[in-house]
Nanobody
């Protein structure tokens, strides 16, 4: 499975961005699709995940109510709509895919990763 993110950029606090993740390859075996983020010197942090089959979603407390994950199974796309952005949301955002049914919020449970896209929120 290959993952390619797009949609990052610079936005002012309170603004919105929509990230996209295009998946190719053997996507039929995907169980969870997730978004993580990372800032320099810190570990990769769980943001949100979606059950590829059922569409059930999960969110970190820090983004609940502001971010929305969605997927288009026909297009093998995953989206992250980010609203009410804060400077602390600044990070490189990664799309990830998990084949097996493991805990969705642990980065080491994911099998495939995109290259990341930078999101910068100015105050």
């Amino acid at each position: 499975v290959q993952l390619v993110e797009s949609g990052g950029g610079l936005v002012k606090a309170g603004g919105s961005l929509r990230l996209s993740c295009a998946a190719s390859g053997r996507t039929g075996s995907q169980y969870f699709a997730g978004w993580f983020r990372q800032t320099p010197g810190k570990e990769r942090e769980f943001v949100t995940a979606i059950n590829w089959s059922t569409g059930k979603t999960y969110y970190a407390d820090s983004v609940k109510g502001r971010f929305t994950i969605s997927r288009d199974r026909a297009k093998n796309m995953v989206y992250l709509q980010m609203n009410s952005l804060k400077p602390e949301d600044t990070a490189v955002y990664y799309c990830a895919s998990m084949v097996s049914h493991y805990t969705y919020d642990r980065s080491d449970n994911y099998d495939y990763w995109g290259q990341g896209t930078q999101v910068t929120v100015s105050s």
